[in-house]
Nanobody, 120 residues
């Protein structure tokens, strides 16, 4: 079983910064994909940023230039540095991990979510 623990959410004023982290633990051979998603009330969950094993990254257009995703492979941890936050960034943020948990078995896991609220 794999567990994901997220932290770093909170309330911040527009223009401020927050750093989210997500740590995976459990029976993991390797992590092939880590991504941050967000969901605001009444909206669908959307991809914010992701990072692959080789380090290549992908960002939603709405966060490019403001958010940075990074990972520490030794700690099985991914970070999302969020700068210049806007009220429209308000949402519950989730991390998603795709991991090889045993030979030939790949699973995806979601974190419990962390609330980010940006006040105007």
């Amino acid at each position: 079983q794999v567990q994901l623990v997220e932290s770093g959410g909170g309330l911040v004023q527009a223009g401020g910064s927050l750093r989210l982290s997500c740590t995976a633990s459990g029976s993991i051979f390797s992590i092939t994909f880590i991504g941050w998603y967000r969901q605001s009330p009444g909206a669908q969950r959307e991809l914010v940023a992701d990072i692959l094993t080789g380090g290549s990254t992908n960002y939603a257009d709405s966060v490019k230039g403001r958010f940075t995703i990074s990972r520490d492979n030794a700690k099985n941890t991914v970070y999302l540095q969020m700068n210049s936050l806007k009220p429209e960034d308000t949402a519950v943020y989730y991390c998603k991990v795709v991991a090889v948990v045993q030979l030939g078995v790949v699973r995806q896991y979601w974190g419990q979510g962390t609330q980010v609220t940006v006040s105007s």
